[in-house]
């Protein structure tokens, strides 16, 4: 088979060479044409219709001011990435921030996953994605408060079965209050967009069919996911990265007046070394959190973070 074209569509910007050499692997193993450079982007580099561009957070504040409008910003943030999420709040073009240590070059897989659904826009749900082939994955529709109860009172139970300690049990049990919490009680509004259920957190609620949300959680023996999917499609990058910014640059010490969503997102965060948000306006939001079942607590604890944020259609 032939390539329909060979002016590339990437373009990676890095001091490490040793990351660029991966990544060229990556793009090759995608079928993706890539430039790769040691060097700052410079505008010249995007005259021919380069439309991602992969740029180390060294380089970061140079790639804004050259970057063209319609080129989506990947971030390669190294330790601490405070600062990247504070620019993706600030600039609709950054919606991809991956972590990673300063020793270590990027996950392959998760290049390979966010780039080949800019590109090639795949509709992704659920957490089969995230999973190696013959996972065993959970599902169930949760449309009541008393199922919400029910979810997060199993999540310890299949952790402790995986054989995970007991701290990574109660983590779980609580990422999976968070996110359906959100689902159940904020995510709904009516036929003019009225919230329905958020002003009271501990009242009962009953969700229609149309409603519900849907849980999801599993593992491949590496890595342990959890998933929860809303029909509403209300939350904005905004929301996202705005809110993990100002938690983490307060130390989660913030004034929950107005509603607390940078706490909601710093448990997210914090919850997993990977976060994927897919929005899709006013059909579904679906949020999807992932745990290295290698790492003891103390390396996870340490581990840089990854955040995605997908709008489709």
Same mark, same amino acid.
């Given at each position: 088979?032939? *390539? ?19 990544? *060229? ?73 991956? !972590? ?77 209050? *968070?996110?359906? &919490? ?34 999801? &959680? ?40 107005? !509603? !607390?969503?940078?706490?909601? &997102? ?48």
């Amino acid at each position: 088979m032939t *390539e329909t074209s060979n002016k590339p569509s990437i373009l990676a910007c890095d001091k490490d060479v040793m990351t660029l050499r991966r990544l *060229e692997k990556v793009f090759f193993a995608a079928g993706l044409k890539c430039q790769t450079k040691e060097t700052a982007p410079a505008a010249v580099d995007f005259a021919e219709g380069t439309r991602l561009l992969l740029v180390s957070e060294y380089y970061l504040q140079f790639a804004l001011t050259v970057a063209p409008p319609d080129c989506a910003i990947l971030v390669l943030a190294e330790e601490d990435t405070i600062s990247a999420l504070g620019t993706a709040a600030k600039d609709e073009r950054v919606d991809h921030v991956f !972590g990673r240590r300063a020793a270590n070059p990027v996950r392959p897989w998760e290049v390979l996953h966010v780039v080949r659904r800019l590109l090639k826009h795949y509709d992704l749900e659920g957490i089969k994605p995230f999973l190696h082939w013959g996972a065993r994955m959970h599902e169930t529709v949760v449309a009541s408060s008393e199922d919400l109860h029910h979810v997060v009172e199993w999540v310890p139970t299949f952790c402790e079965k995986l054989g995970t300690p007991p701290k990574v049990q109660e983590t779980f049990a609580e990422l999976a209050h *968070e996110l359906l &919490m959100n689902a159940v009680y904020d995510a709904p509004v009516d036929a003019d967009g009225q919230k329905l259920f958020a002003h009271d957190r501990k009242q009962e609620v009953v969700l229609t069919e149309e409603q519900a949300a849907l849980f999801s &959680m599993g593992t491949d023996g590496e890595t342990l996911a959890v998933s929860v999917r809303d029909p509403f499609g209300r939350l904005e990058r905004r929301h996202v990265f705005g809110g993990m910014h100002r938690a983490l640059a307060a130390n989660g010490q913030l004034d929950t007046e107005g !509603g !607390g969503a940078g706490l909601g &997102m710093m448990y997210i965060y914090q919850h997993g070394y990977g976060s994927f948000f897919t929005i899709k306006p006013g059909i579904s939001t679906e949020v999807t959190v992932l745990y290295d079942l290698g790492l003891n607590r103390r390396e996870f604890t340490t581990l840089p973070r990854s955040v995605h944020v997908f709008h489709e259609r």
